[in-house]
């Protein structure tokens, strides 16, 4: 089992930066790649950005440029830098662990944290 607390997520305004932080425990993290997702209000849950063990990224093409993930594996955290956040980037953010293969699959979900933007 692994377990995946975030934080810092919160209100910003817009042209704002934020970074979020994913602590992971239990067995086999470092088998495991990881990821973030997010769902907007109103919208479907969207995979933002993952990350292998070996720390090669791979992002969404909303997430292209102003996102950055990355982990560090021996603090077993991983990590989301937003830049120039913009008011459509309102949603709750989760942190997952989980698989590559043709894509990226989450078998983990953490409970997610809220990021508020106002414009």
């Known amino acids: 089992q692994v377990q995946l607390v975030e934080s810092g997520g919160g209100l910003v305004q817009a042209g704002g930066s934020l970074t979020l932080a994913c602590e992971a425990s239990g067995r086999r993290l470092n088998i495991l790649s990881m990821g973030w997702h997010r769902q907007g209000p109103g919208l479907q849950r969207e995979l933002v950005a993952s990350v292998s063990i070996e720390g090669e990224a791979n992002y969404a093409d909303s997430a292209k440029g102003r996102f950055t993930i990355s982990r560090d594996n021996a603090k077993n955290t991983l990590y989301l830098q937003i830049a120039s956040l913009e008011p459509e980037d309102t949603a709750v953010y989760f942190c997952?662990?989980?698989?590559?293969?043709?894509?990226?699959?989450?078998?983990?979900w953490g409970q997610g944290t809220q990021v508020t933007v106002s414009s």
């Open positions: 997952t662990a989980g698989y590559h293969s043709d894509h990226y699959y989450p078998l983990y």
